[in-house]
């Protein structure tokens, strides 16, 4: 039996709430999405909450928001998974990559604000929205962040799909203190889950409207938007190119009976990490640095090999332990050295950091099911495999 590195958590409460909504009149669009939303907005803090079939719907309708089109330019980590990048190609803008931060692995904000300057200097193009990614669920360097934007006219699109129940700067993440959206996904091996599923959140009320149009069709009911008056109020119109990213009333039960315990399955994967750190000290690793004025969701535990002190490869070490049943992961290969990406002309060598990273990043397992004797038996293998 091997031990993976992250894993949902489904109680009886969880299957009693799927189970009462396929005994409902409503399978979709029905009361529970909107019930969901609530419990989101309520959170975090945010005034409108827009849940869709996945983390990469809302990225997607995120930046069409934004107007992200033809033309336009968005920038990203490399070091996040595919669809913080995907999103700006499906509205036929460019993307581009910023480095990380060599101790949070985070989008830097310093290369952020070099690559900034260098392109204002020289004439380049500038983004039109930068998307930092709140790895492992800690947040990004926001206010510096949110301070480049008023400078250089970016808008900003926090990808929390691993941050659902982080804080920054005592404030919730999603309530979008330093951003125009965020987005959370809840994939099964993310906090909180409604197997597949994701959501918007703004303060933003025209935002807000966009991506509810752009999540089922472009179409409306609301009289104020359309263009011709019915008495029918069966009578709907379609104002823009939408697409069916909504979410299920399965899916949405689920998520509210989840949230029930975000706070509890945050605070237990806090308590794993800070065990984690205790336990690993010494060994020839660094552990994940947390900074001041972050509260993490600890969605992932990443731990960078010394590879200087070790005899083995990142590789060897990697396999060894899959091998005995301790399903690290790497997280992520950076996404500019994707194929797909090398195709579209990025090329290896320009993204330092992030390709360091790569060569030694390694996420242990971490979920909040998670036992004691699990965690002792991760830290009894990696210490076998290390110090052999
Ligand atoms: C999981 C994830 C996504 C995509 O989430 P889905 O809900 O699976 O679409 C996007 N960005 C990051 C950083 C993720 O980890």
Redesign the pocket.
């Known amino acids: 039996m091997s031990i993976p590195y992250g894993k949902q958590d489904i109680n009886d409460e969880d299957i009693a709430a799927v189970i009462a909504v396929l005994q409902s009149d409503f399978l979709t669009q029905g009361p529970q999405v909107p019930l969901f939303e609530g419990a989101i907005k309520e959170a975090v803090n945010a005034q409108y909450a827009i849940a869709v079939n996945?983390?990469?719907?809302a990225?997607h309708i995120a930046c069409l928001a934004l107007g992200v089109g033809k033309g336009d330019l968005v920038w990203t980590t490399p070091i996040?998974?595919v669809?913080?990048a995907n999103c700006a190609l499906y509205c036929g803008a460019s993307v581009d990559f910023v480095d990380i931060d060599a101790n949070t692995y985070n989008l830097s904000a310093q290369h952020l604000q070099q690559k900034l300057e260098y392109a204002r200097v020289h004439g380049l193009a500038l983004p039109k929205v930068v998307i930092p990614?709140h790895?492992s669920g800690q947040s990004c360097a926001m206010q510096k962040i949110h301070h480049l934007g008023q400078e250089y006219g970016f808008s900003i699109i926090e990808?929390a799909?691993?941050a659902i129940g982080g804080h920054y700067q005592g404030n919730n993440i999603g309530a979008c203190q330093f951003s125009d959206i965020t987005i959370f996904?809840?994939?099964p091996?993310?906090i909180i889950t409604t197997a597949?599923?994701?959501v918007a959140t703004t303060n933003n009320a025209s935002l807000a409207q966009k991506m509810t149009l752009l999540r089922s069709h472009g179409i409306t009911r609301d009289p104020s938007l359309m263009n011709h008056s019915s008495e029918d109020n069966c009578y709907y119109e379609q104002i823009c190119l939408g697409f069916n990213y909504r979410m299920t009333e399965m899916q949405a039960a689920l998520g509210v009976s989840q949230m029930h315990r975000l706070q509890s399955f945050v605070s237990e994967r806090n308590r794993l990490a800070i065990r984690y750190d205790r336990l690993l000290e010494a060994l020839p690793v660094q552990l994940p640095q947390q900074m001041a004025e972050t509260y993490s969701s600890r969605h992932l535990y990443i731990i960078r090999l010394r590879l200087d002190k070790i005899s083995l490869t990142a590789k060897a070490v990697f396999l060894l332990l899959r091998e005995k049943g301790i399903g690290v992961n790497l997280h992520y290969f950076p996404i500019h050295m994707q194929p797909y990406y090398q195709k579209l002309g990025f090329i290896t060598g320009k993204l330092p950091e992030a390709e360091l990273y790569y060569k030694n990043a390694l996420s242990l397992p971490l979920f909040h099911k998670m036992t004691l004797a699990e965690q002792d038996k991760v830290i009894e293998v990696l210490s076998e495999v290390l110090l052999s």
């Open positions: 996945s983390a990469t719907s990225l996040s998974f669809a913080s990614v790895l990808d799909s691993h996904s809840f994939h091996v993310k597949e599923g994701g």
